[in-house]
C-alpha cells in the first residue's frame, strides 16, 4: 500500500482511467534503473580498484548495483506513486 494516504498526501479518489496500473509502472522503473544502477556501481568499483580490476569483480559489482538500485526505485514507487493505492490497485491491476 502506498504510504500517500498514511502522509495525507492521497484524497482518497480514483485515477484516471488511462493512468498507467502500478505494476506496469513499477515494472518499466526497474528496467530503467537496472540499466542505471549497473553502470553507476561499475564506475564506483572501476574508481575503487583502479589498475587491479578484473572482469569478475567489475560484474559483480555492476550486477549488485543494477538488483540493488532497481529494487530500492520500484520500492519507491510502490510506496509514494498515486497509481499504486489500494483503491487504484482494485480498479485497475486486478482486472478479471
Not at 19 to 27: E, F, G, V
Not at 33 to 49: E, S
Not at 66 to 94: G, H, K, M, R, T
Amino acid at each position: 500500500m502506498a504510504l500517500r494516504r498514511i502522509l495525507g498526501f492521497s484524497d482518497g479518489e480514483l485515477m484516471r482511467a488511462d493512468a498507467k496500473p502500478c505494476s506496469r509502472l513499477m515494472r518499466q522503473t526497474a528496467g530503467i534503473f537496472t540499466v542505471g544502477g549497473g553502470l553507476a556501481f561499475w564506475i564506483l568499483c572501476r574508481l575503487h580498484y583502479g589498475p587491479r580490476i578484473t572482469v569478475p569483480r567489475s560484474l559483480r559489482w555492476a550486477a549488485c548495483g543494477a538488483v540493488s538500485v532497481s529494487s530500492s526505485s520500484a520500492l519507491l514507487v510502490c510506496l509514494f506513486s498515486p497509481e499504486c493505492e489500494s483503491q487504484n490497485i482494485a480498479a485497475y491491476d486486478n482486472k478479471k
